[in-house]
């Protein structure tokens, strides 16, 4: 399978990709540039407006100097730093039952990515989580990658933009959001605390670090995966690389068709973000699909199987426990988590605890040796607005925040899976108490939406409820495309989903006061203030878009320097009006003689 | 002109068009029905599913049995409640000048709309706004067809659905909520109390009588017209009755270009919902766009111009003083409001104060004759994040709520506009200073957008801040298109912006817990959860969409029966699960029981 040419990897326009070196260690935080054009003044001054360096996911994608064989994957940029630390033996072998087989099995060699790398593990007795170190005082080159990336070279941005910060500062409903940059060692004490955590298995290497907690910029998580209706491993790599592209800071591959394995080596080589899964979806595949014949032992064998891969969360519907089923028998839409059905049904048909569950102190032995996290699942989410905040949901929620310590316990780092489908006014609640429940581990939601009625239309359902409990502090916002409830995601989807939810990440980092957030919107105000046409399409989110709407009414070049545009027309256009207007103010006068001038400017203008 | 075929008219599937009558007077409150399918339970008995009746917007274009001929307008269904009246004179021809001018051009014949009727007048002294109405203890017709309307027949939900409210009632900002039906009484007080208005000018009576106040349904408007880039009036009806069709409660016709007297007259002749105008607009063409040029006189003529052609709310920007101004500044987007900035240059140059703050009470004095509305223009909202709650934003709202208050001394009806660009932690202080400084009355607010990062995205970044400062009490919420900010919107962004905002609006409702809301989630939820996939789509906002997208993956029949959908698949559906569970749990039984059972039922589902 060769076939970079369908991989998207062009550059965003006007932008470069650009290397900040760390101090502690020797690392390279990549971000993106995108260069702006001056200034010019009605009085003919030129003022240069600075480059503005964002956030950036896409990875070795966009930058064109970094070649590109989807067939080796990605460069291995954390594999030496993980080797530094001394703690971790590369396996000569893979350790799964399951994953030999599919090793074995010659059907297979065309499908199967080629370079295979040898699985590694923590030396015997050894921890090697992000959380282990934090809480031995260590920062890690990942914590400092962080620490810089997210900062995202505040420094750069000049006093104007500094002072430009919106009236009453925003208010955090993190403990402690800083309000000048992010140091390693917030980093560090944030995950140390639990409050955060960085999904970061050291059998993806490739991966570039992030963290998720509130005090950090709002994450998202981006939902690829096949089903029974297939579709190829290369279709499936694309729609991570473009997912990534456009802003997903995780990738859960949901695939729950044919060769999920190989589907999933072939995504996670070339994946710049961690890669998270539902372990239970494979195991179940292994049963041929009969719940009641999942074992302890196949799901084991699948943990095993996909740490070795590197995946680097594991949603795990361990709350999902006996006593809690009768709860949702009267709800209008029952359980609709697929991985909360699937236990749900196994713990009835056997009349026994859930197994994850009971096993879950040896899942923690196994996740510790890959520092996979956990993504505790919420198998008994609400799947309408009427079945919100019940009974089941939030005795679910309470084993969750007992699982979560047990974790802790185990130096497992965790964070919690959230609904759903809530009305507005019932969303905080979810926030505070999975605060007090989990004792603040960071929260990951999907949405929630606020209605039922918009099939269709359900990421802007879902992008209301998502901004806001960003806001209210939850950590990881899990997208929703228009296709939710009504089919497969295709790449229009999935771009759609992830825009629309950096549009709810941002709004909510605007509305808790992060630092690195509102100069954007600055920069591009006052560029559409200034009628830098060029410059306002190549901040935005989306400059392809933003682009053609312009375009579609006024395609001429000369329309991109034109101090107007096609909603208004010259004579309306009130940015110019009010540009005059500034003209006259500005002028330290009084009104009077303001007016006065301003006849005289305004002929000037006229003329 | 002759080109019904263009004017989208097909009902929505599975739905009749229905009629209510009046109890108090001879009237029939058009409304939509949406027949459902019967549920097939497990146990093979069979539960019929009440029919859903929605609040229709859409007027006689979906009623296959009206015959619509838009070169004749909509039937006159106001009409004899006005005349019965008996405070109206029928003027034997038009008021205005420049109305004047127009008809007596030939060379307009061709564009004029043939059927003119002559305008009606207060009669001399008298008063026919329905807030004098109110205030006299009146129940008009307007206001009982209000409530039947606001109700949709919730008499017929069934007790089930009844039950299903969502937890924790929802918590409404507004000052009494009614938690049962609205009564007529109910809506003459409100209007009395200036809490609500009913846009709704004796010229305009095709008009179906709507109201607009925080403690009724969220109502949206969509903004058309035409600017310097030309469009056909044609287009510009087809695009009236379109967004009406996907749910536009009022439209705003902003046009800037050329015959915008005529096209406005075929807009209202076939408009269902109130009408709304920016009537400086159309003064400054007048004065061919030189702000300065603007009198009182040419204002004046054009009130009464629009007035007799039936524009039942007028956005003026009285509160712009020459005082405020200087306080724009120092923004980093200045005046983004059109009005705002013609009237901000005209103050300067003549350093005068703003004349239609001069002048307000005879505007009053015009608008109490034809019974328009105020809506009192927000000139100096801010156009960005960084501007919002600022010193001159603040100023204006003071001076609108003064206004608000000589509004009522005449019984004249009045909403207030609110911004723009607000982060959402800011967004609850405008809704608290707009309830204290204009006492209640109406708030009407344009998003607001949370952000100003993603042009080509900004009916979501706005739908985002529509929730909620709906929720919080705003009654109307002006649509934002996706091409806010880059060009003028085409059929597509106009539907795009009216079923986002719709879906604001309803997000809303939800949250303050409109009796008249959450019945239509819970049906479509159930319909859901029991794979009743036509009533799924027919239930919906936009069911071509919804159902578009199912197809694309499952197109055949048979999938709109299957008991799951392409994105699971059979194996993983968890609707079909937890249906499967719920067949156990509901039987009242030991849970030892239970699982015994379940194997058995089990293997009945499977066979």
Not at 93 to 106: F, P, V
Not at 143 to 169: P, S, V
Not at 256 to 269: P, Q
Not at 464 to 471: V, Y
């Amino acid at each position: 399978m060769n076939n970079e040419e369908k991989i998207s990897r062009t550059p965003f326009p006007n932008s470069t990709k650009i290397y900040v070196d760390g101090i502690l260690h020797p690392i390279k935080v990549a971000m993106r540039e995108i260069a702006l054009a001056d200034t010019k003044m009605s009085n003919g001054r030129i003022e240069k407006n600075p480059p503005v360096t964002v956030y950036d996911t896409s990875g070795p994608f966009t930058d064109p100097n970094i070649e590109i064989d989807i067939r080796k994957g990605l460069p291995r940029i954390r594999e030496q730093w993980i080797l530094d630390r001394n703690d971790v033996e590369e396996l000569t072998e893979i350790s799964s039952e399951y994953g030999k087989k599919r090793l074995n099995d010659e059907k297979l060699n065309e499908l199967r990515f080629e370079y295979l790398h040898k699985p590694m593990r923590a030396k015997k007795g050894a921890n090697v989580s992000q959380l282990y170190y934090a809480k031995q005082g260590i920062i890690t080159p990942e914590m400092e990658y962080i620490a810089i990336r997210e900062n995202q070279r505040l420094e750069l941005i000049n006093d104007q933009t500094k002072a430009m910060q919106c009236q009453h500062g925003g208010n955090s409903f993190g403990a402690n959001t800083p309000k000048s940059k992010i140091t390693p060692e917030f980093v560090r004490s944030e995950v140390a605390r639990g409050r955060a955590i960085i999904p970061n298995n050291i059998n993806h290497p490739e991966s570039e670090p992030m963290i998720v907690g509130r005090n950090f910029l709002v994450k998202i998580n981006a939902n690829i995966g096949n089903s029974a209706v297939t579709s190829t491993i290369e279709e499936e790599v694309e729609k991570a690389v473009w997912a990534c592209r456009w802003g997903a800071d995780t990738i859960m591959d949901l695939s729950t068709g044919k060769n999920i394995h190989e589907t999933r080596e072939w995504i996670i080589r070339n994946s710049p973000v961690p890669i998270g899964t539902v372990p239970i979806y494979q195991a179940l595949e292994k049963v041929n699909g009969v719940a009641e014949d999942l074992t302890w032992e196949v799901f084991r064998d699948t943990l095993i199987e996909q740490a070795e891969q590197g995946v680097s969360y594991f949603t795990i519907h361990a709350g999902v426990l006996l006593r809690y089923i009768h709860l949702t028998a009267d709800r209008v839409t029952g359980i609709v988590s697929r991985g909360g059905s699937i236990m749900a049904k196994w713990c009835l048909f056997h009349h026994k605890e859930n197994f994850l569950y009971t096993h879950f102190e040896e899942i923690c032995e196994i996740m510790k040796q890959y520092d996979v996290a956990f993504s505790l699942g919420d198998g008994l989410r609400p799947g309408s607005i009427v079945d919100a905040n019940d009974a089941a949901q939030f005795a679910e929620l309470e084993t969750l925040g007992e699982l979560t310590k047990i974790a802790w316990k185990h130096d497992v780092q965790v964070f919690i899976e959230g609904p759903g489908h809530v009305p507005m006014h019932m969303i905080k609640e979810n926030m505070d108490k999975q605060l007090e429940h989990c004792d603040e581990a960071p929260f990951y939601t999907l949405g929630p939406l606020t209605t039922d009625i918009a099939p269709g239309y359900d990421h802007i359902t879902s992008a209301i409820g998502a901004a806001m409990i960003g806001w209210y502090g939850c950590a990881m916002l899990c997208y929703v495309t228009p296709k939710e409830h009504l089919g497969l995601p295709n790449k229009k989807d999935v771009k759609d989903g992830v825009i629309t939810y950096k549009i709810s990440a941002h709004a909510a980092d605007l509305a808790k006061g992060h630092p690195g957030s509102q100069y954007r919107d600055n920069a591009l105000s006052k560029a559409r203030f200034e009628f830098r046409w060029e410059d306002q399409f190549n901040l935005s989110l989306d400059p392809d878009t933003a682009r053609e709407f312009h375009d579609e009414t006024l395609p001429a070049d000369g329309a991109k320097v034109a101090h107007f545009c096609s909603m208004c027309g010259p004579k309306f256009c009130s940015m110019k009006i009010s540009q005059e207007i500034r003209d006259v103010a500005e002028a330290e006068k009084g009104m009077q003689e303001k007016s006065q001038e301003f006849v005289e400017s305004g002929k000037e203008i006229y003329s």
